[in-house]
């Protein structure tokens, strides 16, 4: 794949139904924090379905629909990283304008592969977390 095509990366629904999965069952045991996580989820849900994460020749772009909301460009990046390698949940990455945390709404598997197509330059930071 070459990096200067562009990559729109499709919606997955997995974190979005498992948190609201986890929110109606704990209804069960207390409405309040079972009612704040299903909206969570609800939320999320909505969102995955709303934005897409498009990886452009020069940047990684926030979409609704055609519209761009945001442009990250690959030069401003300084690390990035995926949580929980299994199942890619937290996307964390630094820019020069700041340190942005995103949930993988989206392929994440293609996410990483994007990533380090367009970004394996960029120094990904490690820990533990991500051991096996």
Known sequence: MDAAETVTLAPDLRLPLAI?????L???LNLVA????????????????RLHLVFGPDAL??????V????FPYKNWRNWRLFWTPFPVL?????????HFVPVIM????LRQQLEQRLGHVNVAA???DAP
């Open 20 to 24: 609201l999965l986890l929110g109606a």
């Open 61 to 66: 772009e926030l979409h609704n629909g055609a």
């Open 107 to 110: 392929d994440g598997q293609r």
């Open 68 to 71: 761009v909301l945001r442009r």
């Open 34 to 49: 079972g009612g704040a996580v299903a909206l969570l989820g609800l939320v999320l849900f909505f969102q995955s379905v």
């Open 26 to 28: 704990l209804c069960l």
């Open 91 to 99: 996307l964390y990455f630094r820019e020069v304008n700041g340190i």
């Open 127 to 129: 820990s533990s977390a």
